[in-house]
T-cell receptor, first 114, second 114 residues
Framework: SQTIHQWPATLVQPVGSPLSLECTVE??????LYWYRQAAGRGLQLLFY??????ISSEVPQNLSASRPQDRQFILSSKKLLLSDSGFYLC?????????????FGDGTRLSIL | AQTVTQSQPEMSVQEAETVTLSCTYD???????LFWYKQPPSRQMILVIR??????QNATENRFSVNFQKAAKSFSLKISDSQLGDAAMYFC???????????FGSGTKLNVKP
């Protein structure tokens, strides 16, 4: 069966520090991968998605970036965090074939910027 | 771009009663897929139900069913025999025909009263 791992679960970082959040998927190949941010009590904002290794689509201009160095690995990064980067980050995957395939989400990372 | 609207930020229902959560969407596509996700306080995103736009029959999963009105671009979720464990944020989502992007509504917080 397919599983998705996202870490860390919680992260506290000072303003201006770098960031690296990692997400890996097991049990499937060539998944579509996604990074979302969710502010408290709000909906999901799509940040990046990827349909293959090295292919990244950015949805919202910001100081974050994403990379997909391997088929089932998706990394969210920043060189210098801002206070506004605080939030709950969710990684997700979906099958690339068949539109009725839902997204499957990781457990999320709660990021606090001090 | 497609938009998904959930006009009810918060709703309440008495245990064992029925509640309907609304969702409308805007699209020019004829082929697409719709989903409802549940996010309990643990913040894990859980798939509740899915609907293919080409199917006229409304999807049903145990106590959960949808009322899909394609012409009206409406996709409401009905929860029957509400249980305390149904208390959560509910998100409506649209998957575009190119299969890659999902669009989420802003969510409805459902409270279940004992």
């Amino acid at each position: 069966s397919q599983t998705i791992h996202q870490w860390p679960a919680t992260l506290v970082q000072p303003v201006g520090s770098p960031l690296s959040l990692e997400c890996t998927v097991e049990g499937t190949s060539n998944p579509n991968l996604y990074w979302y941010r969710q502010a408290a009590g709000r909906g999901l904002q799509l940040l990046f998605y990827s349909v293959g290794i090295g292919q990244i689509s950015s949805e919202v201009p910001q100081n974050l970036s994403a990379s997909r160095p391997q088929d089932r690995q998706f990394i969210l990064s920043s060189k210098k965090l801002l206070l506004s980067d605080s939030g709950f980050y969710l990684c997700a995957w979906s099958g690339g074939q068949g539109g009725n395939q839902p997204q499957h989400f990781g457990d999320g990372t709660r990021l606090s910027i001090l | 771009a497609q938009t998904v609207t959930q006009s009810q930020p918060e709703m309440s229902v008495q245990e064992a009663e029925t509640v309907t959560l609304s969702c409308t969407y805007d699209t020019s596509e004829s082929d697409y897929y719709l989903f409802w996700y549940k996010q309990p306080p643990s913040r894990q995103m859980i798939l509740v139900i899915r609907q293919e736009a080409y199917k006229q029959q409304n999807a049903t999963e145990n106590r959960f069913s949808v009322n899909f009105q394609k012409a009206a671009k409406s996709f409401s979720l009905k929860i029957s025999d509400s249980q305390l464990g149904d208390a959560a944020m509910y998100f409506c989502a649209y998957r575009s025909s190119d299969f890659n992007k999902f669009y989420f509504g802003s969510g409805t917080k459902l409270n279940v009263k004992p």
